[in-house]
């Protein structure tokens, strides 16, 4: 019997209409044989055959009886039965479609009309079973993803909760000085975590599409794991949980990899270690071999059972919720980890031991960068990690004259600020036009646009101001940070670019590759009530940004919409005002793909959640303040 073909079962009392049938049918299907009616039902029972070839004249129990009881067995009921008959009578054949056949051949039979009818019957035996298929899957993934809105629903409500809650605090004044370095510290962490949810649902998206690009470049591998060393350290220390790394040498100083990758997936490793470890310990060890550079990471937790175990790297499951419990999570990061592990020209693999422990290792190719010095000895790893540790994670000063353009006030005012306590001497301007006045009349070292500005654009006046024979660098400022949005931006003209919400460090990276640091270096911490100052002013203008949109929209146009769309998305964003920056997004991206006027009703839904988000954060804002006051 052959395993990849349907199986059809003859019932005839007669064994010369068997052996026809069965020479007819032999070459495309499974040929089971009965001879009676009891005979066809127990077979039936057994075998559980695609597609019944029923006579109906036979002796002690004829095809209508049988046919009768095959139906009354809920196991067998949906076989399709056709009905072999040599009766030509319309009520006989009647009563058989009535009690559930599906079709009449007759005898004496003609070997293309049985073919055809038994093919018709065994696809729709095929579709049916694909759509059985279907439905199981979907109503699975369904509640996979149900269990996964839930997870996630939690994961962002708790640091949300935090973020809201303590900035409440420090504007109404209940948090005490003393305090307020901390809360600001859990409101920046809490942000953190929220920017690494965001991340982790965009790249499990890029990953079905299979859109998930790496860029490899050469890093410093001590530095990077020193990084992940910094970052867990703290976490696991509040645990009582030990967190050591241990270098099976030699190991290269530098290889070529995506540093960005690699680092999401041992972070998200360790942190996982972290998680489900109570006490003991949690190791790295960082080891090559055969061409492959091999991460692995061991822990003395809860350790996971053999039955869990495949379910590890599928997107939005979790293991049991005896070992989860309320230690919370998405359910994408051990997935994402190993398509970026393939990626990197690796794999992940897991051993672990319920009780006891779990060990990941996570291999990557090893490409080496050319001359790259290789680490023998222990005493070198020290002096390796200080010369190539980040000067940017530390405040640094630079010398030089930038100009800026950014259309929003608020964000003009906060870029400011930061490129002003890195040492250089700003210029900013509100639109394109007057980044082509002051650029052409003065010299900078350095230039950043925004993208989308009134009166024009970052990239017509970043082209006009080099068609003029200005070599200064340019920067791109803006919300849209899609691979081939910045691949435009770059094709135009600009030398580097920077999405927002941006970072101080990673403003220092770019400033450091176009101008000379300044010796004279000091820490940097921007002043706490120009953050909550600027922040109020943008909450203040709110209702302009939102004015704005709403004349646009009862004047129909599309292109202004999208730009204060694009604006507003931007700015929320620097500010954490993470509901009307998703809002802004959507709207942004709907008009980019001309869904409106044509989907008007998802439109003004869109629409009316963004009036209402951005008129309850002013409001509260408004309360707050008054309450301060009184």
Known sequence: MKVDQPTVLLVDDEKSNLKVLSELLKADVNICLAISGQQAIDKCISLNPDLILLDVIMPIMDGFETIKKLKAIKSIADIPVIFITGLNSADKEELGLTLGAVDYIVKPFNSAVVKARVATQLEIVRQRKELQTLSTELTHASKIKSRFLANMSHEIRTPLTAVIGYAESILAGEIAEQEKSNAISIIYNSGQHLLSLVNDILDISKIEADKLDVEFLPIQLFQLIEEIRVLVVEKASQKNVKFSIEYQLPLPTQLITDPTRLKQILINLVNNAVKFTEEGYVKLVVRHKEGLLVFAIKDSGIGICDSDLNKLFVAFSQVGRSITGNRGGTGLGLNISKYLSEKLGGNIKVVSEKGVGSCFTVSIALNEVKNSVWVKNEDDITNTIKSSCDPFKHKTQFNGKVLLAEDDEVLRKLFSIILENFGLAVTSVEDGKKLVEIALIEDFDLIFSDIHM???????????????????????????????????????????????????????????????????????????????ALKNEFLDELPQYINKIKKALSEQNWQELQFHAHRLNGSSAVFKLNKITKLAAKLESALEKEEFPKNKHKMNNLLDDLFNCAEEASQKCKTVRNESLM
């Open 454 to 532: 009134p009166n024009m654009g970052g990239i017509e006046a970043m082209t006009l101001i080099k068609a003029a024979g200005c070599n200064s660098p340019f920067i791109a400022l803006t919300a849209n940070a899609m691979k081939h949005e910045v691949e435009h931006y770059m094709k135009a003209g600009f030398n580097g670019h920077l999405s927002k919400p941006i970072q101080r460090e990673r403003f220092a990276h770019i400033i450091n590759k176009y101008l000379n640091i300044n010796s004279n270096n000091k820490q940097f911490e921007m002043p706490r009530n120009e953050i909550i």
